[in-house]
């Protein structure tokens, strides 16, 4: 167990920069997720830490040993691939005791450590079987023993339950979370998986082309973008460009007033803009209300549009609503999205001015 | 066959009416085909089969037409030194073609070497050129330089000139289709290279070794011409004896039931090879 520290890695292949001066710090104990598209050096990033690939600039600390010249196999981390990546030749106990066996511990220790990781991942009696023998799943799960018995300082995850069908990810991550909690190790996460990276991480690091947009919780990833990347990328979301004419009220009153197109919009006023400055501002799909009239709630901001489509999905409604020549999703649950199947034409959306956050443009 | 039977099938089906008619027809023309690709292949096995049945059965012939297995106890007898030559260099030869061959394609396929392409062009030559070439060259190299010529090595040192691509185009495409991620995970779990190579590597590229051992075995225990160049005069190995024994004394039985033996214990090694290696060991192997 161990903290993390990359102090501005980079590393270049060629012309082509992968990951850019990033600079991170994990946590003893720490479950966090690296989280990107494809191509955006999470990858990268992870198999720096392991030792696999040498970062052409920058230092990797563990605890506070630099460790970025150390070849992995001094490193004592344990990574698990997206394959599971057994030794088909070997059978699962041997496959556990690899990692022991290189060390030179004596047998009877390490057959005691094998069935004591066979056991913690609930395949007890498999130890004699050969990888090929096992579902994909269960693969995986083995892998994960290969890498818990050798006590590593650092997990390390390359995307490990992305050749995985849907159910069995769902489960296997929680089994994942649940033994990084048990072993209290530092872990690093790999996925492209916002749904993943939601469910088990105490940290998320959004990443874009070789650098961090944002490091945060599930609910600040989520609820207050600080880039418009962000914003994009986590979730669905509706994109209103303006430009920034004012600001009023303090403490959680505050608002930044925004002009879009001919309106006026009233954002969340947290961050600080100057007025002028250019910026997008974003509101959530379930987050805008569909008025009808009944309702007698107030709204800070409320449009007017046209329904284009309706696109029913069992739990919600999906609405393409269209504002001004730009098209917003809205999502509808309950009754009002059986009401609304039958209606066009004209409807009012209304959002409170906490639901929209302004990004600022990137330069 | 599954052809066939299910054309009959469908013609079961359609058996009332008018189509049965078509369908009949359309089964007969089935079976023709059938019958004559069939054919085709039994009798290019024939052709090629034949020149070594009569040989096997010439090798049965004794003194005047008779039959005679003493012809295979007079082989174990006189030609046994030969035999044991043939295989003592085969033995050597594929050793060192191995311990040539394993680093090398290691070399070729996981690091980036610059003109590989090229080098590895440069390495298969020998599969291009004919013995007769490669036998003068050798004879020139030893006769100017390392005067060979009278020594088992030099010999030994001809054959894995001949064969060595043999053995290194299979373990590249064994180590080719190997995903790093093995030898990336046992390094990860704290394993050395050296230890990597010869617990993990090792025995998931056994088929292509294995291939390679078999390729280059048949082809130094069958080699003659390359042999006849660079042979101390105090060796000769079984096609060598053959060779010498058909040109002076014409084609006796004897010397047929050496050719014999010579092709049994090639067949021996083929069969074997698919036997350990061409069935189970593929199986279960590299599955991720």
């Known amino acids: 167990m161990s903290t993390v520290r990359l102090e501005s890695i980079t590393k270049h292949y060629g012309q082509t920069v992968a990951v850019d001066g990033l600079s991170l710090d994990v946590a003893d104990g720490e479950f966090v997720t690296l989280l990107g598209p494809s191509g955006c050096g999470k990858t990268t990033t992870l198999r720096m830490v392991a030792g696999l690939i040498e970062p052409t600039d920058g230092r990797i600390f563990f605890d506070d040993q630099d460790v970025t010249d150390i070849p992995p196999r001094k490193r004592n981390i344990g990574f698990v691939f997206q394959t599971p990546a057994l030794f088909p030749h070997l059978s699962v106990a041997d496959n556990i005791g690899f990692g022991l066996s290189v060390k030179g511990i004596s047998k009877a220790a390490i057959a005691a450590r094998v069935d004591e990781m066979l056991a913690m991942v609930g395949l007890a009696s498999y130890g004699r079987r050969l990888p090929a023998q096992l579902s994909g799943g269960q693969q995986q799960r083995v892998a994960l023993a290969r890498v818990l018995a050798t006590d590593p300082r650092v997990l390390l995850f390359d995307e490990p339950l992305s050749a995985l069908d849907k159910n069995l990810r769902d489960s296997l991550k929680y089994s994942i979370l649940e033994l990084q909690r048990r072993t209290g190790k530092t872990a690093i996460y790999v996925t492209h998986d916002q749904s993943e990276a939601f469910a088990i991480s105490d940290r998320i690091v959004v990443m874009n082309a070789g650098r961090i947009e944002q490091i945060g919780t599930q609910t600040d990833i989520y609820l207050h973008p600080r880039t418009p990347y962000v914003a994009e990328f986590i979730g669905a979301n509706n994109g209103l460009p303006g430009t920034v004419t004012g600001r009023e009220g303090d403490g959680d009153d505050a608002r930044i007033l925004v002009q879009a197109g001919t309106r006026e919009l009233r954002c969340r006023g947290r961050d600080e803009f100057g007025a002028g400055e250019a910026v997008i501002a974003y509101v959530r799909p379930e987050d805008i209300e569909i008025l009808d009239g009944a309702s007698d709630r107030q709204f800070e901001n409320v449009l007017e549009g046209t329904i284009d489509r309706v696109i029913f999905e069992g739990p919600t409604a999906q609405l393409r609503v269209e504002v001004d020549g730009r098209e917003l999703r809205v999502d509808v649950s309950g009754n009002q999205r059986l009401t609304l199947m039958q209606r066009d034409g004209r409807v009012r959306l209304g959002f409170d001015a906490v639901t929209l956050i302004a990004a600022p443009v990137p330069a | ?288």
């Open chain 2, 1 to 288: 066959m599954t052809a066939s039977t299910a054309s009959s099938d469908t013609s079961a089906v359609r058996a009332p009416g008018p189509r049965s008619i078509v369908g009949r027809r359309r089964l007969t023309s089935r079976r023709m085909v059938d019958v004559v690709s069939h054919g085709y292949i039994w009798l290019c096995l024939f052709v090629f089969v034949t020149p070594f049945l009569a040989l096997l059965a010439y090798s049965f012939t004794g003194p005047g037409g008779t039959y005679a297995i003493e012809n295979f106890q007079y082989v174990l007898g006189s030609f046994g030194e030969n035999l044991w030559w043939s295989l003592r260099i085969s033995g050597l030869s594929i050793a060192i073609d191995l311990a040539i061959a394993l680093p090398a394609a290691y070399a070729i396929v996981r690091y980036p070497v610059p003109g590989k392409r090229l080098i590895f062009s440069v390495l298969s030559l020998p599969l291009y050129v004919p013995g007769a070439v490669i036998g003068l060259s050798l004879v020139i190299t030893y006769n100017f330089t390392y005067h060979l010529t009278t020594s088992m090595w030099g010999l030994v040192f001809g054959m894995v000139v001949g064969t060595f691509p043999l053995m290194l185009t299979p373990i590249i495409v064994a180590l080719k289709d190997l995903p790093i991620a093995f030898e990336e995970a046992a390094e990860c779990l704290g394993a050395s290279r050296w230890t990597t190579f010869w617990r993990i590597v090792f025995p998931l590229i056994g088929p292509g070794v294995s291939a390679g051992l078999m390729l280059a075995f048949i082809i130094v225990f069958n080699e003659y011409l390359v042999t006849l160049f660079v042979h101390p005069s105090e060796i000769t190995t079984a096609p060598l004896r053959i060779f010498n024994l058909v040109r002076t004394a014409g084609l006796l039985p004897t010397t047929a039931a050496l050719a014999v033996t010579m092709q049994l214990i090639s067949f021996a090694s083929v069969l074997l090879f698919f036997r350990v290696f061409g069935t189970r060991y593929f199986k279960g192997t590299y599955l991720i």
